[in-house]
């Protein structure tokens, strides 16, 4: 009889675990998001030119873009495999950031033509100028390695209830024991 009460206790303490692991593991699926401000002057011109390009027609305008831009980990889409019996977690996949830019469009000192006049092509050719620029400066900026170091730190939750529990993390094939041990790399 005492060796079912024990049994009993070792695999109702396995369940614990497993049901409090799950549990901290959809808690970090919270979004993890950094932030930045961006702001971008450019000055756009066209022309369209007529007779034999001896009469031509411009049309310009000043553009002054102020962008909000997150950078975000949806942790909700994290996948792992918990091996209960040999007190294992493997994190099997970690999405890749998400850039979402929100640019605000101030425009100055427009100057057209009636024979140039703009026109949606020219907003859109705007707009794509406006995020390729901001794109490389996004690059070139910290956002995206603090949002890496804040995943982190959201994935550490898991790795001190894991060893508190005396059990082991792994991802991308080894174990997980301090926060250095995670490799996450961010596109680029």
Known sequence: MYLLTTKSNETSTLEYD??????????????????GNFAEVITYKDQKKYLLDVLSFEKKALVVVNAEVTVSFDLSKITYD???????????????????????????????????????????????TVRANLAKKIESSTLK???????????????????????QLQYNGKAINTENDFEIKTKG
């Open 145 to 167: 390695t603090n949002a890496k170091n804040r995943l982190v730190t959201e994935l550490s939750n898991i790795l001190i209830l894991t060893k508190s529990m005396g059990w």
């Open 18 to 35: 497993t049901n409090l692991i799950e549990q901290q593991i959809k808690n970090v699926g919270k979004l993890v998001v950094t932030e």
């Open 82 to 128: 918990i091996d209960a019996p040999n007190k294992t977690v493997t994190i099997k996949f970690i999405p890749e950031e998400e850039i979402k830019i929100y640019p605000d469009y101030k425009y100055y000192d427009m100057q057209q033509s009636k024979l140039n006049e703009f026109t949606a092509e020219d907003y859109n050719k705007i707009n794509k």
